[in-house]
C-alpha cells in the first residue's frame, strides 16, 4: 500500500490545482512502482496536526479518487461523509485510523462491498502522545481489534472485506510500538489480514537519530520485521524499495 498524501492547500486556487495534479501523478507513480494498493489521505493524523473540516477534506480527496479509475485506492478518513462520497467515486477500501467508531461510519461502509481497515488509536491525533499508558500494549491493543471486528461482523460486513491495523504510533512510545512489533504474530489468530504502518515514523526517528527524509534503511528494515511478523499488507511511502524487500522475503520463504 502506498501513501499517498494531499497536502494542505496553499492560498490561491492555483496552488490547489497543483497539490491535486502532484497527488494523482504520485498515485500513478507508486502504482507503477508496484504498490496494490494507494492509499489517499486529505486529512492529517500525525500527532498534533491542525484539524481539516469535511468540505475541506472532500475537495482533497474526492477530485484526486476521480482521475484514478484504474487504480485500486484506499482512503484514509474518519469520517462517514467523506467514506461515501469516495466509496461513491470508486474507493476500493476506507482505512479508518479510529475504526469505524464515529457515529455513522458502519453504515457508511455496509452497503458498499469496498475493504475495510480497522486500526487501533489511543486517544486523539492531538494529544495521543502525551504520555500513554498501556498495562499490556499487545493485550489491549488485540482486545480492542476484536471487538471491533465483531462490531463488522455484526453490522454485517464479511471476513473478506477486513483488515487489521495496531496502529504503529497513535497513542504510543517507542517501547509500544516495538512491543507490538515484536508480538505481531499475536495478532494473527484475530482472523483478519493484518496491515503494518511503520514507514518513516518518528519511532525511526528516536531509534535512528535520524530526521523523516533520512529513514529509509530504518523503514525497510521494519517492513521486514513486520513481514516476519506476519502483516501481509504494509502502508508505504518508498514502494519501489519495499518491493524490493517482499520479493527477497518471498522468494527466502519459497526456497
Ligand atoms: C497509518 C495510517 C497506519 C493505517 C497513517 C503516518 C501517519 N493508516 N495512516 N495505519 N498511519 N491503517 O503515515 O505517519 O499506521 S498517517
Redesign the pocket.
Known amino acids: 500500500?502506498g501513501?499517498v498524501?494531499i497536502t494542505p492547500d496553499s492560498f490561491s486556487d492555483g496552488g490547489k490545482f497543483l497539490e491535486r495534479d502532484q497527488a494523482i501523478a504520485h498515485a500513478r507513480q507508486l502504482a507503477e512502482e508496484g504498490a496494490h494498493i494507494v492509499?489517499i489521505?486529505g486529512e492529517?493524523?500525525?500527532p498534533g496536526a491542525a484539524p481539516v473540516s469535511e468540505a475541506e477534506e472532500l475537495q482533497r480527496v474526492i477530485p484526486v479518487l476521480e482521475q484514478l479509475p484504474h487504480l485500486c485506492v484506499s482512503v484514509?478518513t474518519r469520517r462517514p461523509a467523506v467514506m461515501r462520497a469516495a466509496l461513491a467515486a470508486g474507493a476500493s477500501m476506507v482505512?479508518?485510523?479510529q475504526a469505524l467508531q464515529a457515529p455513522g461510519a458502519l453504515d457508511a461502509v455496509m452497503e458498499s462491498k469496498c475493504a475495510v481497515?480497522l486500526?487501533h488509536m489511543k486517544g486523539e491525533p492531538a494529544t495521543m502522545q502525551r504520555e500513554p499508558y498501556y498495562d499490556d500494549v499487545v493485550r489491549e491493543v488485540r482486545a480492542f481489534l476484536h471487538e471491533r471486528l465483531q462490531a463488522c461482523r455484526a453490522a454485517g460486513i464479511g471476513d473478506e472485506r477486513l483488515?487489521i491495523?495496531?496502529?504503529?504510533?497513535?497513542g504510543k512510545t517507542v517501547e509500544h510500538n516495538l512491543t507490538l512489533l515484536a508480538h505481531l504474530e499475536e495478532f494473527r489468530d484475530l482472523g483478519a489480514p493484518l496491515?503494518?504502518?511503520?514507514?518513516?515514523?518518528?519511532t525511526l526517528g528516536k531509534l535512528t537519530g535520524r530526521p523523516v527524509d533520512e529513514r529509509l534503511a530504518g523503514s525497510l528494515t521494519m517492513a521486514l520485521l513486520a513481514l516476519q511478523g506476519g502483516a501481509t499488507i504494509l502502508?508505504v511511502?518508498d514502494v519501489k524499495e519495499t518491493c524490493d524487500v517482499i520479493a527477497v522475503w518471498e522468494q527466502l520463504r519459497q526456497a
Do not use: I, Q
Not at 195 to 202: D, P, T
Open positions: 500500500m501513501v498524501n492509499d489521505g492529517s493524523t500525525r484514509d482505512n479508518d485510523v481497515c486500526m483488515v491495523d495496531p496502529g504503529f504510533g497513535f496491515l503494518a504502518g511503520l514507514s518513516r515514523k518518528s502502508r511511502h
